[in-house]
């Protein structure tokens, strides 16, 4: 049987890096996307063998298109796109101009319709599938996110128009919305009021890890979920369950 090839893009850290490792223990190979060649390098040891490194910026539709080709000439097929590159800028509304708006738009947002659109004619050989990540920020409104909880609100939706269209190409379309992530990067901007908060406001009392997402992510592009397609997952600890609104998170 032909190995099955994932491609996540954002890979050289954080989510993108577990969800690129738990691809390989599953006997993935693993097509490893990252614009941060540094980072990407370091990643690149940890994953080891399975796993071939790509260098590109997702917003730029001629490097997304040429990543696509790149990775198709090192593996000759994609069975899964993970679309998990993002930037995380946050700040209050009125300060947020229109340049801050379209650098969160151009990655969060542009960055997973080009890949999507480039990877299309590969999944359909395949039938295979295509994950995007969004946010909780994208379920319901919080402070500080004007730009980045309306990119990944938008990321939702485009899940489901490509479910709705590409079903009949046997293409799966899906989103998995992760809640508060215990990344190096959330650690190190959380104040411990902000860190307490969020342990009052989930229902599990804690951060979701790297692992847990990435547990929910090869899943819905397995073949275990062979008959979902367009589905919005939050893995969150049940935190879009409980409100919204938390002082702590005001800035």
């Given at each position: ?224 979920a062979s008959y979902v397609t367009g589905q919005i997952v939050a893995s969150d ?15």
């Amino acid at each position: 049987m032909t190995q099955r090839v994932a491609l996540v893009t954002g890979a050289a850290r954080g989510i993108g890096l577990a969800t690129a490792q738990l691809f390989l223990e599953e006997g993935w190979l693993v097509a490893a996307l990252d614009r941060d060649a540094d980072e990407l390098t370091k990643a690149g040891q940890t994953l080891g063998q399975g796993a071939s490194l790509f260098t590109a910026d997702v917003s730029d539709p001629h490097s997304g298109a040429g990543a696509i080709a790149d990775v198709l000439a090192k593996f000759g097929r994609i069975d899964a796109l993970v679309n998990n590159a993002g930037v995380a800028d946050f700040g209050p509304i009125e300060e947020t101009d229109f340049a801050r708006w379209r650098a969160v738009m151009a990655t969060n947002l542009d960055g997973v319709f080009l890949m999507s659109q480039a990877a299309i004619p590969a999944l359909k050989e395949t039938r295979g599938a295509i994950l995007n990540i969004a946010s909780i920020s994208g379920l319901r409104a919080s402070t500080l996110r004007v730009a980045y909880g309306t990119s990944k609100a938008a990321v939702i939706q485009l899940t489901k128009q490509q479910a709705a269209e590409l079903g009949e190409y046997g293409i799966r379309a899906n989103c998995v919305c992760p809640g508060p992530v215990r990344t190096k990067l959330a650690m190190a901007v959380h104040t411990q009021d902000i860190i307490d908060a969020y342990h009052d406001a989930i229902p599990l009392n804690r951060y979701g890890t790297e692992r847990e997402i990435a547990e929910v992510i090869v899943f819905l592009c397995s073949e275990r979920a062979s008959y979902v397609t367009g589905q919005i997952v939050a893995s969150d600890g049940g935190f879009d369950s409980t409100g919204v609104g938390l002082p702590a998170l005001r800035g």
